[in-house]
């Protein structure tokens, strides 16, 4: 098994964190990792995402929700092509540092045949989280205009 785990301070409120990672329609404005993701946020559904790493081409995903606790965490299972053979456990948590500042958090465990000899696309998948993880914090730290 081999885990990827990434967090990031951010400054903003964790509901503003949480919202951003909740409005899938966004994704391609600001998503440079994660560009298009739909589905239904509840536990048991399946989710449809394309991911982009870095130096690759892309692929869609078909994760299903394991775990689901709106504003703090979002759990999904992942497969590549059948089970056991190269399965991605991704989560996203926030933790509230204070009213104004969140730790974003984002990993993945990898698990199956196929993790031994998967060494570009994990350190291509945690360059693409870090990307992702310093966008939203772009994101959320936007300041509101009137």
Same mark, same amino acid.
């Given at each position: 098994m081999k885990e990827i785990y990434t967090e990031i301070e951010i400054n903003a409120p964790a509901s503003k964190v949480w919202s951003i990672l909740n409005d899938f329609e966004k994704f391609p404005t600001w998503n440079p990792f994660m560009k298009k993701i739909s589905g239904n946020l509840q536990e048991g559904s399946d989710l449809k995402a394309f991911i982009q790493p870095p130096n690759s081409s892309? $692929?869609?995903?078909?994760?299903?929700?394991?775990?689901?606790?709106?504003?703090?965490?979002?759990?999904?299972? /992942?497969?590549?092509?059948?089970?056991?053979?190269?399965?991605?456990?991704?989560?996203?948590?926030?933790?509230?540092?204070?009213?104004?500042?969140? @730790?974003?958090?984002?990993?993945?465990?990898?698990? /199956?045949?196929?993790?031994?000899? /998967?060494?570009? @696309?994990?350190?291509?998948?945690?360059?693409?989280?870090? $990307? $992702?993880?310093?966008?939203?914090?772009?994101?959320?730290?936007k300041k509101i205009i009137n």
């Open positions: 892309g $692929m869609t995903i078909k994760p299903k929700i394991l775990e689901y606790h709106a504003g703090k965490e979002l759990r999904w299972l /992942g497969r590549l092509w059948i089970p056991k053979l190269f399965d991605g456990e991704h989560s996203w948590i926030t933790e509230e540092i204070n009213e104004n500042k969140t @730790l974003f958090i984002q990993k993945e465990r990898f698990s /199956g045949l196929f993790v031994p000899f /998967g060494s570009t @696309l994990l350190k291509n998948t945690k360059t693409g989280f870090e $990307m $992702m993880n310093r966008a939203l914090k772009e994101e959320a730290e």
